[in-house]
């Protein structure tokens, strides 16, 4: 069965190239600034250089890049090993941090952004230089592959895509070595997060154990919402818009107009045309969220107040309540698809999440299907596949994107589900009960205990490149 980190670290960041000109904006991310450019030998940078090329066959694979220049104006702000960044790339940085800081309504010191922008370029290119050295060999014929990609992507033919870089002044043999880059650092972090967490016998008993407490006397909900979304980083004025919205369709409620009939009218829920019902679920296949809002409502009861959660504003109503006993060894299989973009420097959150929910409009209307938009714009493996993730026990996913998944009905489409990989658009495609044997459940356990450790893992990993990398800054914010 294959696991999504597994399909999602085996694929390349397609529209996240450094370097990506400015003419792909309106179906690929924007230009960049102008970038570091690899294996620059500065007299600081020596001793890192020197040290890079005593190693690694796959270093020695690449055909040997000539040095890029800086652009008239800019200078070096940091040797990286045998890389740097500059200035101008931590210029660009800091504006899109600021820009972010203020759609969240805080206001860093220019001082402490200009610091957030360079330690963050550094780390990506510690990352990068360690990935060059101890990375598995990107062939040529795949690389080619993916460049082809990239140019399907922008709807363009080789040729065509090479004239438009070198309009940009962006030399395509330097275009071709950024996506090699992006491909070995992904492989490598993967590879090397993954080898360093350790689950013991002891965790997944004791795993196992608390999922089977869980289960006991498992309740099974019924839920019906009307959903009025907010996005992320809304502005106040538009929180206080959404939060009238919501409110105005619970007093219809209250005031004893049909739930349903509501629903359909107001939400922006994938079950609006079910009159926002869920369906049964387990409820610890619902968000936390949802069962304690419930908790103490009776069958056909509304809740009186708004329920507030990252997606928006909440109307709920409990349409049924089922007690019953279950065992850990009968778990949901779910095969669901997904269509994946990757933000990057030149592709923000919010402009994936902007395409994303294109993209969910168009399927809605019929112009569209899942697939056919998967198949042209997904940015991991399953995009041969139309999006397709295969069949998969609970624990398979990164518990972001499981969560979204889970409260999904049948055919449903999520909203925008930012994770560790990008953001996706999830559809539910089936669902069946499997009854696992003890090997699987504990294989299953171990996947969902492994996840759990990963973010630390790989905070542990990055401290630890960046404590053996040489840096040397060379500029600051006065």
């Avoid at 000109?21 to 890192?48: G, M, R």
């Avoid at 919402?225 to 409110?247: S, Y």
């Avoid at 939400?267 to 103490?296: M, T």
């Amino acid at each position: 069965m294959r696991n999504f980190k597994q399909v999602a670290a085996a694929t390349l960041v397609l529209s996240a190239m450094a370097g990506t000109a400015s003419w792909a904006q309106d179906s690929q991310p924007p230009a960049a600034a102008p970038t570091a450019v690899a294996q620059v030998t500065t007299p600081a940078a020596a001793p890192a250089a020197a040290a890079s090329a005593t190693t690694s066959t796959t270093a020695a694979s690449r055909p040997p890049l000539e040095p890029r220049t800086l652009k008239p104006g800019d200078y070096i702000a940091a040797v990286v090993n045998s890389d740097i960044v500059a200035a101008s790339e931590v210029v660009q940085r800091t504006e899109r941090m600021r820009d972010e800081a203020r759609r969240r309504g805080d206001t860093p010191t220019n001082e402490l952004l200009h610091k957030q922008a360079l330690d963050s370029l550094i780390d990506e290119r510690v990352l990068v230089t360690y990935a060059r050295e101890n990375g598995p060999r990107v062939d040529e014929p795949e690389l080619d592959r993916v460049v082809a990609n990239v140019a399907t992507q922008n709807k363009l033919s080789m040729d065509e895509l090479k004239k438009r870089l070198a309009a940009d002044g962006i030399d395509f043999r330097r275009f071709r070595e950024n996506l090699r880059d992006q491909m070995l650092s992904e492989r490598v972090r993967e590879r090397e997060v993954q080898g360093r967490i350790r689950v013991t016998d002891g965790e997944i008993d004791k795993y196992l154990d608390e999922r089977q407490a869980a289960l006991q006397d498992r309740a099974q909900l019924n839920i019906a919402q009307i959903l009025v979304p907010v996005p992320e980083d809304a502005a106040p004025a538009l929180v206080a818009e959404r939060r009238a919205r919501a409110e105005a369709a619970l007093e219809r409620v209250k005031a004893g107009e049909d739930f349903a009939k509501v629903a359909r009218e107001v939400s922006e829920d994938a079950n609006k045309a079910r009159g926002g019902e869920i369906g049964l679920r387990a409820g610890d296949k619902l968000p936390d969220v949802f069962v304690e809002a419930v908790r103490d409502l009776k069958e056909g009861e509304v809740r009186q107040v708004l329920l507030r959660s990252g997606a928006g504003f909440h109307v709920l109503k409990l349409i049924e309540r089922q007690s019953g006993k279950a065992s850990i060894n009968t778990v949901v299989q779910t095969r669901a698809r997904h269509i994946l973009l990757r933000p990057s420097e030149q592709l923000s959150p919010e402009q994936a999440t902007r395409r994303l929910t294109e993209f969910k409009r168009a399927i809605e209307s019929g112009r569209a299907t899942f697939e056919q938009l998967a198949r042209a714009n997904s940015e991991d493996g399953s995009a041969q596949e139309g999006g397709d993730l295969g069949w998969v026990s609970p624990g398979s996913f990164v518990p972001e994107f499981e969560e979204a998944m889970d409260a999904l009905p049948l055919k449903g489409i999520s909203n925008p589900v930012p994770s560790r990989f990008g953001v996706h658009l999830i559809q539910v495609m089936e669902r069946r009960d499997v009854v696992l044997d003890t090997k699987q459940l504990r294989d299953q356990a171990r996947q969902a205990l492994r996840e759990r450790k990963y973010d630390e893992a790989y905070g542990d990993w990055m401290k630890d490149l960046r404590a053996r990398a040489f840096v040397e800054t060379r500029e600051w914010l006065d």
